[in-house]
């Protein structure tokens, strides 16, 4: 069985601070996992995935995360918010063949 | 390459009736799903589907059938539209990789109302 948890439905954050979403899985064989951005009345992309290669995985738009396996986490984070970033962000777990398991996402608001 | 193609993009429906949303890739990718998504509850699997001819129940499947007659459709069905069915809904599509199902390639979403 494989599921995923994000802390937090909703973050708020100044223009220029430090993003940090929050994604815990868990899953029974070495997962593939992966972060998407959704914005407004638009489908998901994919932000960036880890594929058991480097366990920090640089994405696009300044984004970039980490698999940590003790803490079964996959948080995602970014140095520096722009306003252009305020969107729904998901996170997914693959394990094995099934289907991809997604969060319950995190909307991200940026302050100016 | 258009991706993965969703028609039609907005729909009203009255209750009790009928329709299809058609999903298209042409990603040659083995594995296509239907999700809906609802405000506060992220996306929720409807019907997948891991390969021509074969489909599988999500966890949302009531009130929904599915089709995989050809290997880069996938159609969803209302038989008897119902308001609670009034939702996002979203294709996607992927495919195996190294003993891993890999990302999804998500289409624009279908926006339906039924009244």
């Known amino acids: 069985a494989q599921s995923v948890t994000q802390l937090g439905s909703h973050v708020s954050v100044s223009e220029g601070a430090l993003v940090l979403l929050r994604c815990n899985y868990s899953?029974?064989?070495?997962?593939?996992l992966f972060w998407y951005v959704q914005y407004p009345n638009q489908g998901l992309q994919l932000l960036l995935k880890y594929t058991s290669a480097a366990t920090l995985v640089k994405g696009i738009n300044g984004f970039e995360a980490e698999f940590k396996k003790s803490e079964t986490s996959f948080h995602l984070t970014k140095p520096s918010a722009h306003m252009s970033d305020a969107a729904e962000y998901f996170c997914a777990v693959s394990a094995g063949y099934q289907k991809v398991t997604f969060g319950t996402g995190t909307k991200l608001q940026v302050i100016p | 390459n258009a991706g993965v193609t969703q028609t039609p993009k907005f729909r009203v429906l009255k209750t009790g009736q009928s329709m299809t949303l058609l999903c298209a890739q042409d990603m040659n990718h083995e594995y296509m799903y239907w999700y809906r998504q609802d405000p506060g509850m992220g996306l929720r699997l409807i019907h997948y589907s891991v390969g021509e001819g074969t489909t599988a129940k999500g966890e949302v499947p009531d009130g929904y059938n599915v089709s995989r007659l050809k290997k880069q459709n996938f159609l969803l069905g209302l038989e008897s539209a119902a308001p609670s069915q009034t939702s996002v809904y979203f294709c996607?599509?992927?495919?195996?990789?190294?003993?891993?199902?890999?990302?999804?390639?998500f289409g624009q979403g279908t926006r339906l109302t039924v009244v």
């Open positions: 899953s029974s064989v070495p997962p593939y």
């Open positions: 996607a599509s992927s495919y195996p990789w190294q003993g891993r199902n890999t990302e999804a390639f």
